[in-house]
């Protein structure tokens, strides 16, 4: 089911900067129980991302009440929401560009995602890297040209997700997650100044750990060291954590940072 401007249909004009240039952000929600779970943490994300973007979208209430009306119909779902920059302008230029788009859409809930938390999952190394920007880094923004090439190579392996590195061979992410390792009480994460996108899951967690006997560093890595971790955990708004098995000829036999963080984030999500 799709919602563009409040109105049902499949599609946006040719003309839309989202598919001329790839000009809008984007977030993707949970849905459970018929409503959108973190619903104000994700309108902050698209209000960031509007922000940085320079993206004059003021319509925010109609589309939080729209969110709200999709996820009704929903037991459980996915709910994604669009913002982009809508039609006008010349070549590059938005000038002229003052009537964004507003696109929802709704999918079902990836089954998978027990088993993955019940059995944890395999990583791979993606040959595709992440081009370093500080304009766009942390945005979600709709240029994912990145995140498909990662997808493609990633289907051709046996893995189920992508560790993926920036242009300067730094650890920044997986191809649809957020990531952490342990080594002892020690948490690290990939600074996302240059690149990747950071997660709605990826602040609670941090916030999580700032509380715990677990000190957390964000951190510029090269795979080395998660391949030396104690434990690995990757998480998303959908996830919401799920563990690390393998990576690299690596077995990963703790969960102690997922047994802390699961329960917490899964709180998190349906309270």
Not at 67 to 72: E, G, N, P, T, V
Not at 73 to 79: F, K, S, W
Request: hydrophobic fraction near 40%; charged fraction near 20%; glycine fraction near 8%.
């Amino acid at each position: 089911m799709y919602l563009v401007n409040g109105s049902p249909h499949d599609g946006v004009p040719a003309s839309d900067r989202s598919i001329q240039f790839g000009d809008g952000c984007f977030t993707t929600a949970r849905i459970s129980g018929g409503r959108v779970l973190l619903a104000e943490r994700h309108l902050q994300r698209l209000k960031e991302g509007c922000q940085r973007l320079a993206i004059p979208f003021s319509h925010w209430q109609t589309l939080a009440d729209e969110m709200h009306d999709l996820a009704q119909r929903q037991q459980e779902g996915v709910l994604k929401a669009i913002v982009s920059r809508g039609s006008g302008g010349r070549g590059y230029s938005a000038a002229g560009c003052q009537q964004p788009t507003r696109i929802l859409s709704v999918s079902p809930y990836p089954a998978h995602y027990a088993r993955w938390r019940e059995e944890g999952i395999a990583l791979a190394l993606s040959p595709v890297t992440l081009g370093r920007n500080p304009w766009l880094a942390g945005l979600k923004h709709l240029n994912r040209l990145e995140q498909v090439l990662i997808r493609a190579h990633l289907e051709q392996t046996d893995a189920d997700e992508a560790l993926v590195l920036d242009s300067d061979g730094w650890v920044t992410e997986c191809c649809a997650a957020n990531l952490f390792w342990r080594a002892g009480d020690v948490v690290f994460t990939p600074r996302l100044d240059q690149a990747g996108v950071d997660g709605i899951m990826r602040r609670h967690c941090i916030s999580h750990l700032a509380q715990s006997r677990f000190r957390v560093v964000e951190v510029n890595a090269r795979v080395e060291s998660v391949r030396q971790a104690d434990e690995v955990v990757i998480c998303n708004a959908l996830m919401p954590v799920i563990p690390v098995r393998t990576f690299a000829e690596v077995h990963y036999r703790s969960r102690e940072l997922f047994d802390y963080l699961a329960p917490l984030c899964e709180q998190t999500t349906t309270s």
